[in-house]
């Protein structure tokens, strides 16, 4: 069996997460998937993952792994930093030692949201939390650690389960929850199962760089909820339009972080379909 023919071994870290799940059903086929949630692999453990590269030995390894509570990241720096920083530096590191590839997951929180527009590769990342600054030393340590590096920039992902903002909504409309919705913030609501999709057809092409990843429109939190509710037969419930502000909460979010890949464009990557048109499949997930 030729270099080509053979099935590669891919290592997901943080697989019990959203995109971690979406990435694992990714891969079931046509590739050997070690799916390592929290329980198995912690990445800030130099130990934990130096045994799990040196048993699974993968081709290629996939940091799914987050710190989803960007208020804690705020109050818990050293957590924020160890998690998003010396996490994918180690996975980098030991990578690069078994000459295995790295994908990088990262956000569009990089961004000051001051830009009228799309931000591109072009513009200088001005991270504004604690969150969005350790993601961005992220992107930089795993990269300067392993020059066979993907870095992924995504946005406000959505998929059926866990705590993500798209679940949450129509779970807590479902529960008769008084809700709020976000009019002054915008950027593109991304379907997990697109990016995990878009995710391995890069590591497929082999181009290694930066990538900014995303479904296509851009919308605020609000209209994202509203029409996911209504397409949910849930069109009576309301939604009270809150501006981010009145929410006080700790980090500040970026005004406006949507994103266009200048690379996949390059190389010729169409670009994702419209989250509108993922929210039936979204629904339908939901459903079971
Ligand atoms: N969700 C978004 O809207 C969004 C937007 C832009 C970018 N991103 C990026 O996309 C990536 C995936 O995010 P997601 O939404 O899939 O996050 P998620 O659903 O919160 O999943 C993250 C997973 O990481 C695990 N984890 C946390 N600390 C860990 C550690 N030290 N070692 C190993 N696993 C650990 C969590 O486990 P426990 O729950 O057990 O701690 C959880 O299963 C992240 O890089 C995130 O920054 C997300």
Redesign the pocket.
């Known amino acids: 069996m030729n270099e080509s023919e053979r099935k590669k071994t891919a290592l997901i ?2 697989a ?5 799940r979406a990435m694992t059903s990714r891969l079931r086929s046509g590739w050997n998937t070690v799916a390592l ?3 198995d ?4 453990s130099r130990e934990q993952v130096e045994a799990a590269m040196e048993k699974t030995r993968p081709d290629i390894v996939i ?6 509570d960007v208020d804690r990241c705020e109050r818990e720096p050293d957590w924020a930093y160890a ?1 998003n920083e010396s ?1 994918p530096q180690g996975l980098g590191r030991c990578a690069r030692l078994i000459n295995a590839e790295i994908v990088h ?5 990089v961004f000051d949201g001051e830009k009228e527009g799309f931000y591109t590769q072009a513009d200088e990342p001005n991270p504004l939390s604690v969150y969005a600054k350790s ?1 961005l030393a992220g992107e930089r340590a795993a990269e300067s650690e392993n020059e066979r590096a993907y870095i992924i920039r ?4 959505f998929g059926a389960g ?1 705590k ?2 798209g679940s949450r909504v129509v779970e807590l409309a479902r529960a008769g929850a008084h809700l709020k919705g976000v009019t002054d913030q915008t950027s593109i609501p991304t379907y ?1 199962p697109d990016l995990a999709a878009r995710i391995e057809e890069i590591i497929r092409l082999g181009s290694h760089g930066l990538y900014h990843v995303t479904s296509a429109g851009v919308t605020s939190w609000y209209d994202f909820a509203r029409l996911a509710l209504d397409m949910s037969g849930l069109d009576h419930i309301e939604i009270e339009k809150v501006t981010r502000a009145d929410l006080r909460q700790l980090a500040p979010r970026p005004r406006n972080s949507a994103m266009r890949c200048l690379l996949s464009e390059r190389l010729g990557l169409a670009p994702l379909r419209h989250w509108k048109d993922a929210l039936p499949e979204f629904l339908g997930e939901m459903k079971n």
Do not use: E, Q, R
């Open positions: 870290a943080g019990g997460g959203l995109l971690g949630t929290h329980a692999l912690d990445i800030t940091n799914c792994v987050a710190t989803a998690v996490g997951v990262s956000t569009d929180y993601k995504t946005s406000w992902i866990g993500n903002f997990a």
